[in-house]
């Protein structure tokens, strides 16, 4: 059963600090791997999908990585600002075209 | 476009009423899901659909049922409920094994 971890579960960094998300997961039989952003009382927005056969993807300030042989992605947000305080979920996908989220990071951007 | 609403926003409930949650989407999206989100557990899968017509379990079915009789309406009922059903409950769609695209969520309470 996949199983997926995302550590830390909170992070508070001053603005302009540049930082890196991550992501585990037990079982590297994916096709795709996704990170979401949530805000409080929202639902999600799609901010990277990277396929199985990709390494990374970027938009914007972000990039995302991903490692499957070892089960782990990361999310780099660059100069980071206040709005980017939100919680960032990770989800993989297997071939059974289900998505399995990980419990989500907590981000905090102070001014 | 709006891409994908869920009806109602909110909803209480007492123990042993039932309900339905509509998910609508206006993408022509073939898949649909639905999940529900607990506290410090992410994301789980209820069920989903692959077609109109279809439906499947995902992780946590129990308690709930689906259906899919129109292309872009996919419901989820609960036919009595339970305090361990209170969550924040979201539908998603996708074009086959793409990228989901998420509903803003229907906060459910059962006392």
């Known amino acids: 059963k996949q199983e997926v971890t995302q550590i830390p579960a909170a992070l508070s960094v001053p603005e302009g600090e540049n930082l890196v998300l991550n992501c585990s997961f037990t079982d590297s039989a994916i096709y795709n791997l996704q990170w979401f952003r949530q805000d409080p009382g929202k639902g999600l927005t799609s901010l990277l999908l990277i396929q199985s056969s990709q390494r990374e993807q970027t938009s914007g300030r972000l990039n995302a990585s991903l490692d499957k042989s070892s089960g782990r992605s990361t999310l780099y947000i660059a100069a980071s600002q206040p709005g980017d305080s939100a919680t960032y979920l990770c989800a993989v996908k297997g071939y059974g075209n289900k998505l399995v989220f990980g419990a989500g990071t907590i981000l905090r951007v102070k001014s | 476009n709006a891409g994908v609403t869920q009806t109602p926003k909110f909803r209480v409930l007492k123990t042993g009423q039932s309900m339905t949650l509509l998910c609508a989407q206006d993408?022509?999206?073939?898949?649909m899901y639905w999940y529900r989100q607990d506290p410090g557990m992410g994301l789980r899968l209820i069920h989903y659909s692959v077609g109109e017509g279809t439906t499947a379990k995902g992780e946590v079915p129990d308690g709930y049922n689906v259906s899919r009789l129109k292309k872009q309406n996919f419901l989820l009922g609960l036919e009595s409920a339970a305090p361990s059903q209170t969550s924040v409950y979201f539908c998603a769609s996708s074009w086959s094994v793409y990228e989901q695209y998420f509903g803003p969520g229907t906060r459910l309470t059962v006392t």
């Open positions: 993408m022509n999206h073939e898949y």
